[in-house]
């Protein structure tokens, strides 16, 4: 080579920089590092992953749905059963098999309609709301469509092209409006209800229990759901699959005390004393009662006036039938359990619980002659028998016997100067507050006094203020609680509230006080007894201790239950006309009747008894709301609950019940 020749970059003769050669095996690295990494990540996606992976896509293509499980039975104390669930077709619409949107589409949804006495456009609002939450999920129309809807669909299958019929478990009531508050009905869980501690973990578009003992025992009614796996495809659709369901397990039996004849009896009788109350003139616009064991608390029957059948709240209802249900303002609707959320004034059936107190408080002794003359006065305001009746100076055991009220007005205004003894004993005997029966709401009472007077005197003086000195009407006047108040209450009047239910407590301590020598106790009521399995076996036996224990003067109650006793019994008895022929030795009627006063209507009636059978005692607590006196509404009613228990077939008679 010539020493003109020009030099080659490219010649291997040359020898390369050492920055050059640096950079060459840091690219070479860097190369080679993203090699291993892109090789390491494949064989982990691929062979240590690759199993989970193929879980993770076969899961995005399945969709779980709710298989509804069967609620349990409720049966009767001898294990009738009242309440069951039953099998039938619900209708329904498979989006994916639906004819083209448009004319096709509406055509079928008013021919669906007319079939199901539905509008068109209620049928296409169901789909379209049910597909936007659950796109893969065929769309129930109608859950209980009947025999001839069902017959026609399966006829003229071509003519309802998407429009299937799907096996469904449907709560049944066969007695209709047998015992309705007490039992509850179901309904779909509501948002707000998810968000309650009873139905955590509930599934949206679950049955759930919403009133009664349906509520109450839920957890064990409700059952366990299964779940149908739908297959879908990319965009959502369900595919044909082989994916087989988790089975549903059904929810557990309950036993509940009610007795099913005396339940059904005592309703008849409640219906049949309202309706002899009509006939004679007075509005009587409803009604309660409770049949309970004074030994333990157990519900034998418990019913209110007017009622509603359950079957149809299980499908649902426009705002409009809910609110007829409900009622409005003071005026409570058929769903309102007035044996256990009424709010009333007892009249004379409390004035036992008087009589315990001032014995107790030694403000009286029982042969001590009070009440003479037709009225006796306070400043200038009477307060009279009714009827303006003088029964003469009376002792403890007659005055309760003909209920002298001028007696009790008189313990009244004595009672005043000694405190709260007559509160304080309504409040022992279970008076004024919560029973704790087994359902889901129930009224806490008033017994009032002096301080209550207080602090609704400064509620009222306070709404004034806010009001702009408008009275807020809380009290009709402001004042202290005095003499007359204390005489109102004595009777069962003034401010006191309360329902069948607390003074069938109150009346059950008595009872079984007198039964054990004054040793008595404030008994729990309730309805549940037992909890089965579904295939008939015991669960758990349901227990309900009593609230407390109480001691009454022996000698003090029997006076008591003498005078209440001749009052069902005795020439004179305020209800002897209404037990005529009734074996007062074998099974001996401890009944107390009251008519309560509600301004501008008219009287409420009420009777309570003890029946002293020594095997089968009850306590029973009836109202008949603007039903007149208690001896010729509720006093026969009682007779005729009574009757049945102990097995004495009779018939209701006005003012009194007659053996057949």
Known sequence: ???????????????????LALRVALLGGLAMA?????????????????????????AARVRNLPIAAPRGQILDREGNPIVSSRVTNAVQIVPTALPPAGRPRLELYRRLGALLGMSAAHVQALVVRERQAVPYAPVTIKTDAGRGVLTVLAERQTEYPGVVQQPVSIRAYPFGEMAAQALGYVGEVSKQELK?????????????????????YDHYLRGQPGEERVEVNSEGYPVPSSIAPIQPHAGHTLQVTLDLGLQK???????????????????????????????????????SYPSFNP?????????AEYSALEGSGSASGPLTDRAVDGTYPTGSTFKPITAMAALEAGVMTPGEGLGAGECIYVSTKPFCNSGHTDYGPVGLVEALKVSSDTY???????????????????HKLGVGQQTGIDLPSEFEGLVPDAKWREEVNREEESCTRRHHGNPCGIVAEIRPWSVGDNMDFALGQGELLTDPLQMAVAYSTLANAYMNGGNGTVVTPHLGKQIDEANGGLLQSLSFPPKRHVHLNDEDLSLVMEGIHDAASEPGGTSADVWEGWD??????????????????????????????????????????????????AAPIARLIASQWLHKPEKFVAGTSKTL
């Open 1 to 19: 080579m010539s020493a003109l020749e020009p030099v080659r970059p490219s010649d291997p003769r040359i020898p390369v920089s050492p920055q």
């Open 196 to 216: 309650l501690p009873a139905f955590r973990g509930v599934a949206q578009g679950t049955v759930v229990g919403q009133e009664g003992v349906e509520y109450y």
């Open 265 to 303: 009896e005592s309703e008849k009788a409640l219906l049949e004393g309202i309706e002899h109350a009509r006939a004679g003139g007075k509005p009587a616009v409803a009604g309660a009662f409770v049949a309970m064991d004074p030994r333990n608390g157990e519900v034998l029957a418990l019913g």
């Open 584 to 633: 007062q030795e074998q099974d001996p009627v401890y009944g107390k009747t009251g008519t309560a006063e509600h301004a501008g209507l008219e009287d409420q009636s009420w009777y309570m008894c003890f029946i002293g059978n020594p095997q089968h005692p009850i306590v029973i607590a009836v109202t008949v709301e603007q039903g007149g006196f208690g001896a010729e509404t």
């Open 311 to 319: 079957n149809k709240l299980a499908k649902p209802l426009t705002q």
């Open 408 to 426: 009790f007005f008189e313990v009244g205004e004595r009672s005043f100067y000694h405190g709260n003894i007559i509160q304080n004993m309504a």
């Open 34 to 58: 993203m090699f291993a990494i892109i090789f390491f990540r494949l064989w982990y996606l691929q062979v240590l992953t690759g199993e989970q992976y193929v879980q993770q896509a076969q």
